[in-house]
């Protein structure tokens, strides 16, 4: 389970990490509550890396600006986290499990929004030795504190980037990733995620107003990235990966059922998951379903031609993904 960035930084917080001062508001009229000086950096709460390169971070000089950035930011997500802004040269570091190897791997170096680019150092920690102030002896304090965060809460990655050193380091940003056996310790799932994880199915609720289904994890973000770039939010996301059975299609769907958005965009590659096996498990949900959300679906490749049949009346169906974007977009107008 991945984390929002107000919820890792709770957790910094919990294990004495600094953090800069900070808000999390949903109406606009919170922004007058605020007691922290300008400039402030407001940044849209979503589950997506690169939030910068993609617009959702904003930063505001004055009380128009920020009104402005709130309302646009809005569009993207309902909560946004408003900060002082800290500048000053900024750091990378992470922990993470690397499987193969059955270490942890910690990361380190210069940080910003193009970190890809840069060249982290690397080094390999024995789960049975622990972190040891010789792997980073110049950030032991503060890299001490973040490894106890990593073990404690069952993370599989905790990422700070940037951070920047005060009197102490400071992180500006975190992302974390929950073991999914451990994550009702640190956010109760809603009733559709319960009833999700109950089925097997990999579901995440968010805030926006058109339910995402793909059969893999990055086919969900590049769809839900390319909504995003259309101006349209995403209120939830399902991974169908593996999944050739209409019963558990159908009850991906009734999940679905559960939440308040406006479109559903089914987008499927037909490989090992049939398009025709989609088909049917949306054909079952329709039958039972309580709300009348529009169905979009992409489909393409192994059985597509046989789904497009079976569901000329209940969805609109197209192979084209960015026909399938327009067409989310019409719907929700």
Not at 149 to 159: P, S, W
Not at 192 to 203: D, H, L, Q, T, V
Not at 215 to 239: K, P, R, V
Request: charged share 30%.
């Amino acid at each position: 389970m991945h984390l929002y960035e107000y919820e890792a930084k709770r957790l910094l917080k919990k294990y004495g990490i600094a953090v800069p001062q900070s808000k999390l508001i949903k109406k606009i009229d919170e922004l007058d509550g605020i007691d922290i000086p300008f400039p402030w950096v407001m940044k849209a709460q979503v589950l997506e890396g690169g939030r910068g390169k993609k617009g959702y971070v904003k930063f505001a000089h004055d009380m128009k600006d920020a009104r402005e950035i709130f309302n646009n930011l809005k569009k993207i997500s309902k909560k946004i986290l408003v900060e002082e802004m800290m500048e000053g040269e900024e750091f990378y570091i992470s922990f993470m499990i690397d499987r193969m190897r059955r270490e942890y791997l910690l990361m380190y170096g210069e940080g910003g929004v193009n970190v890809e680019e840069m060249e982290l150092k690397r080094t390999y920690i024995n789960p049975l030795i622990g972190f040891r102030k010789y792997h980073l002896p110049a950030l032991y304090e503060f890299a001490s504190k973040l490894y106890m965060l990593f073990r404690k809460e069952n993370m599989l990655m905790v990422e700070i980037n940037p951070f920047v050193i005060r009197d102490e380091p400071v992180a500006l940003d975190a992302k974390m990733i929950v073991d999914d056996n451990y994550s009702k310790k640190l956010r109760n799932l809603t009733r559709a995620e319960r009833f999700a994880r109950k089925n097997g199915i990999s579901m995440v609720e968010l805030d926006g107003e058109v339910a995402v289904l793909a059969n893999g994890a990055g086919l969900a973000m590049a769809t839900m990235d390319a909504l995003a770039f259309n101006g349209i939010s995403t209120g939830a996301f399902i991974d169908l990966t593996g999944a050739d059975d209409a019963e558990r299609i159908a009850k991906a769907l009734m999940a679905i059922d559960m939440i308040d958005v406006r479109a559903v965009l089914i987008n499927i590659f037909g490989s090992i998951t049939r398009c025709d096996a989609v088909a049917d498990g949306i054909i079952k949900y329709v039958k039972s379903r309580k709300k009348n959300a529009e169905i979009v679906a992409r489909l393409t490749g192994r059985g597509e031609k046989k789904a497009r049949n079976m569901l000329e009346d209940i969805a609109k169906i197209t192979p084209d993904f960015e026909e399938a974007i327009a067409l989310v977009g019409e719907v929700i107008k």
